[in-house]
């Protein structure tokens, strides 16, 4: 489907793997195809997430219905990798350019005079609701009377309560009377809250002096009612306020202090860090950031995240997102594992009812929150992580309740998180995804565009191994990293290599003492021959055979783990035979310990 919508869906489904995996890095967000809520209204945001599905839907359906081969998934995926791949940039200030550097300088100022005001607390509060007003023919009685007394000075005061029906003119006047006396009390609110009712007070005591000595006292009366609110509030919230404390934005007596995910904004040398997270988020407009800072720090406190990372929230969810090992560079390594929501059970459980979509918004982010605590925010500290989204099985953006629930959760981790993802990686990546991938992709930066890869079921290790080292890497994808393995460690290094089609591949495990010799290998999707023998040295020696040669099948045991007591000197010899059209990789490590 082309991304103008125009083009036949049989056209697009035509179209080889090579052309469409030339779109690679598309999607930021793999269910959020429109801006924030915050920017379009919720009407207009669901019509066009419900446009980008449904069209979606439209293609996979026409392409069932003509019986066309769906498009294989980048199985050939060569070209399906990272464009203009990010490179992480360095948090140590001196290396960073002169632009930059004073942009950060700029945001340390812009976050002081902001905590001084105490900016950080709480968002300017909405204008409060006006007090009960006086009963309504108390008020528009003295206005009336004014009115009388300035057309008729000589009617007596009692005729001017109930005055002749009142012309169009008088209403109007009426009205704007009665509004600029709301007017006036909401700016003596605003400048002195706590006691509105003494600049009333004042008020009264110097009109009703002018007034006695004009009209007498029956005149005196309705003017006081009249006068409560007539004066122009400038000069009595002056003398008002002169008496009282000023607004807190005035008055700091020391700034405010602010921490977020544990670090202060003041006087902590990982500062800078976070301060160059939001900034970046921001193309480094310093006050851009700043709104951004002050945004998340204020939805932190709503949230109540400090609360929440002692909730008990359960541990159901655990097998769907996990940390495990860390990248070649240091970066901790979280996995998504979306087809676990096609367990029914599962799926109901988290999606079901809005109660439960929002008991799984609070477990991603608890989840987050403690991830990110585990950070090193030192200017030369690993504090990002790598994102591996697993899209096998995945119920993809056709399941409505989990559309609502990753979308909510994606704009508040862009909105709160910033810069916390170096590289994100998709792998199992269905046929579906890029048809998807073209029509979300206009609404995301470049920025975000780089960090992307993608990598369809037989190029998911591969993809992976660039980033992690496979001895990091879980089995279910395709390294060797297995818990509760009390053979092979994290520590014990891998050796990764290819083994071309039509051809053997030999080991060997060269040893002059006697030992105990432990080994392990896999081939990702095997269709391979193994077989394993030790050779000694001696020529009077006999050789062993300790693997007989067979066949591996993609269906068993990904990974084999052998051994052999070598008690003389000799070699144990692995080999591994390729006899299929395609190259395999190979993975395998060894290491020894004392005989008994």
Known sequence: MAEDGKKPVSEEAEKPV?????????????????????EVPEAEEKSKEEEVVEKLEEEVAAAEAAGEEKPKVVEEGEKMTESVSFKEESNVVSDLPESQRKALEELKVLVKEAAEKHEFTAPPPPPPPPPPPPAKEEEKTPATEEEAKTEAPAEPAAEAVCPPPVEESEKKEEKKDEEKKEEEKKEEEKVAPPEPSEPAVVV??????????????????????????????????????????????????????VEIWGIKLFDDDRTDVVLLKFLRARDFKPKEALT?????????????????????????????????????????????????????ELYQNTFSDEEKRQNFLRWRIQFLEKSIRKLDFSPKGINTIIQVNDLKNSPGPFKRELRQATNQALYLLQDNYPEFVAKQVLINVPWWYLAFNRMISPFLTQRTKSKFVFAGPSKSAETLFKYIAPEQVPVQYGGLKKDGDSEFSDSDPVTLVTIKPGSKHVIEFPH???????????????????GAEFVPSSEEGYTVIVQKARKIAPTDDPVICNSFKIGEPGKVVVTLDNQTSKKKKLLYRSKTQPCD
Request: glycine share 6%; hydrophobic share 40%; net charge negative.
């Open 512 to 530: 002059t003492e006697p030992c105990l010799l432990l080994w392990e290998l896999r081939v990702i999707g095997w269709d391979v021959t193994y």
């Open 18 to 38: 090579a052309e469409a995996s030339e779109e690679v890095v598309a999607v930021a967000e793999v269910a959020a195809p429109c801006p924030p809520p915050s």
């Open 292 to 344: 951004m800072l002050k945004n998340a720090v204020l939805w932190r406190k709503s949230f109540g995240i400090e609360a929440l990372l002692e909730e008990d929230l359960g541990n159901h969810l655990e097998s769907v997102v996990f940390m495990e090992g860390f990248g070649k560079e240091g970066h901790p390594v979280c996995y998504n594992a979306y087809g676990k929501f096609q367990n029914k």
């Open 204 to 257: 009264v005591e110097t009109v009703t002096a002018v007034v006695v000595d004009e009209d007498g006292a029956k005149t005196v009366e309705a003017i006081e009612e009249t006068v409560v609110v007539a004066p122009p509030a400038e000069e009595p919230a002056a003398a008002v306020t002169g008496g009282l404390p000023q607004p807190e934005v005035e008055l700091s007596p020391r700034p405010e202090e």
